[in-house]
């Protein structure tokens, strides 16, 4: 699976759109992107994923470039309870049954 | 449903004894999924069943734990002998053939802690 690169920590104010980036330029064609989050103490809690269109769900959009080589979460009135560590995550389908979870980015939204 | 269910919560235990967790998946979910996470890093893959059957292992598991999944339904992962590098969070996640690209459910965790 390919590499991902997350910055290690952010900041958002509460109420304002958090822009998670992700850079995974090795992607191959066939893999997705994949977001989870982790609230602290908690099991990781899986938020979106795309292959090439963006997405969009209750919880999150996902835009990923045209070149598939970088994605951003977007949250669009980020609450406190948002405060968590999100992971980026690259995975073909049917390639097995793991997925490597790096060390994500730790997002703090701020009162 | 009531999600994955992970029990203990949290476990202290003296270094060399054995340690059991358990683990309740969502019930329709046949297949289940062992995740260990230690300070400051993302979970990391242990093992993974289908039903019954242990299919895959991460050379993370050492010949110190064992994975058992009996009746296809609940699963424990065991620990013999503990070391202080064990202490971590032990993480379980289920999810049904054919649906593993909308991801995985993830329970809780059980927190170990070896003194």
């Known amino acids: 699976d390919a590499k991902t690169t997350q910055p290690p920590s952010m900041d958002c104010a509460e109420g304002r759109a958090a822009n998670l980036p992700c850079n995974h330029s090795t992607i191959s064609g066939n893999e997705y992107v994949y977001w989870y989050r982790q609230i602290h103490s908690q099991g990781p809690q899986y938020i979106i994923h795309g292959l090439k269109n963006n997405e969009t769900n209750e919880m999150a959009s996902l835009i990923i470039t045209e070149d598939r080589k970088s994605s951003t979460l977007i949250l669009p009135h980020a609450t406190l309870r948002d405060t968590a560590v999100y992971y980026c995550i690259v995975r073909a389908p049917h390639t097995g049954n793991q997925f490597y979870f790096g060390t994500g980015t730790s997002l703090t939204v701020i009162p | 449903d009531t999600g994955v269910s992970q029990d203990p919560r949290h476990k202290i235990t003296k270094r060399g004894q054995n340690v059991t967790f358990r683990c309740d998946p969502i019930s329709e979910h046949n297949r289940l999924y062992w995740y260990r996470q230690t300070l400051g890093q993302g979970p990391e893959f242990l093992t993974y069943?289908?039903?019954?059957?242990?299919?895959?292992k991460s050379r993370l598991l050492s010949d110190r734990f064992s994975a058992e999944r009996p009746k296809g339904s609940f699963s424990t992962l065991e620990i013999q002998r503990t070391e202080q590098g064990d202490s971590a969070m032990y993480l379980c996640a289920s999810s049904r053939s054919g649906t593993e690209i909308y991801g995985y459910t993830f329970g809780s965790g059980t927190r170990l802690t070896v003194v």
């Open positions: 069943f289908q039903n019954e059957a242990q299919l895959e």
